[in-house]
């Protein structure tokens, strides 16, 4: 039988409110997924009825949800920089946090040595370099992730976004994929920085792949290496661009600074921590 918005929102907004604030929205991006249409559109049009073949995979979706999967995860696609980025469950999400980074790149943007060269380690979905390559029309890049699943997801939004030309994709672990002459303006990295022994939220711990969450005991020993094998590829005037954790930015910049590397600056998040640093 077909329903209605109104309908099915009253099927499923009390199992929604365990999980989300917002049932009406969640609910209203799975039905725009389904029915391929903008979620505005129900909330303009609450009465139109929905297909019972529809509600039927609407069900499911929403028992996913209810099991806190991230709508994200769900629908396969998650915003970043006002773009919209395909993900899988073997990419980290996009989050709000990490265009922080993009902004603290693109503030020295002009100033970063020519001809304009990124490094993206951890390259993951793809957001960051993408991002960078369509705000730095003249630059080039070279993205490494140890996980073949998710070079495939950088692959098709590099592709999507028509940059598949300006984009090299490599399997490796840091700086194994590269060779040791080449040099780049800029190397950026949004790492693992999660110590082994902490406990995450659900919708974080059960669909995030734990290589992009996890490093080591203290969640530093990502940056170790980064900061140990930057400097080899950067080149005279470049700069190195990291994310990191609440709290750990002191241990971060120690690390930098102990590999001679000059702090530049911090920047901090919607919420006013700070999230990521800038050396030179």
């Given at each position: 039988m077909n329903e209605s918005f109104e309908s099915l929102f009253r099927d499923y907004a009390v199992e929604l409110r365990k999980v989300t604030d917002n049932p009406a929205r969640d609910l209203r991006v799975l039905?725009?997924?389904?029915?391929?249409?903008?979620?505005?559109?129900?909330?303009?049009?609450?009465?139109?009825l929905i297909p019972e073949n529809i509600c039927a995979q609407l069900k499911t979706l929403v028992q996913r949800r209810i099991s806190d999967e991230p709508l994200s995860k769900i629908i396969g696609e998650r915003e970043f920089f006002g773009r919209t980025f395909k993900i899988t469950k073997d990419t980290l999400d996009p989050r709000p946090d990490t265009e922080t980074l993009v902004d603290a790149v693109l503030h020295y943007a002009k100033d970063l040595p020519k001809p304009l060269r990124i490094l993206d380690l951890g390259v993951g979905t793809g957001c960051i370099l993408v991002t960078l390559l369509l705000e730095m029309k003249n630059a080039t890049g070279v993205g490494v992730d140890l996980s073949p699943e998710a070079l495939k997801v950088a692959a098709d939004n590099a592709t999507h976004f028509g940059l598949l030309e300006r984009a090299s994709l490599r399997e490796g672990n840091?700086?194994?994929?590269?060779?040791?002459?080449?040099?780049?303006?800029?190397?950026?990295?949004?790492?693992?920085?999660?110590?082994?022994?902490?406990?995450?939220?659900?919708?974080?711990?059960?669909?995030?792949?734990?290589?992009?969450?996890?490093?080591?005991?203290?969640?530093?020993?990502?940056?170790?290496?980064?900061?140990?094998?930057?400097?080899?590829?950067?080149?005279?005037?470049?700069?190195?661009?990291?994310?990191?954790?609440?709290?750990?930015?002191?241990?971060?910049?120690?690390?930098?600074?102990?590999?001679?590397?000059?702090?530049?600056?911090?920047?901090?998040?919607?919420?006013?921590?700070?999230?990521?640093a800038i050396f030179a």
């Open positions: 039905l725009g997924f389904l029915e391929k249409k903008a979620p505005e559109f129900y909330f303009l049009h609450p009465e139109s840091w700086f194994s994929a590269l060779d040791e002459k080449e040099k780049f303006s800029l190397i950026v990295s949004n790492p693992p920085y999660i110590a082994y022994h902490e406990v995450l939220e659900k919708n974080v711990q059960d669909y995030d792949p734990h290589l992009a969450l996890f490093s080591g005991e203290t969640g530093l020993e990502a940056y170790e290496v980064i900061a140990k094998g930057a400097r080899q590829h950067l080149l005279a005037g470049g700069l190195i661009a990291v994310e990191f954790g609440k709290g750990q930015e002191k241990a971060v910049r120690a690390l930098f600074e102990a590999e001679s590397f000059e702090f530049i600056a911090y920047f901090n998040d919607l919420t006013g921590g700070i999230r990521c």
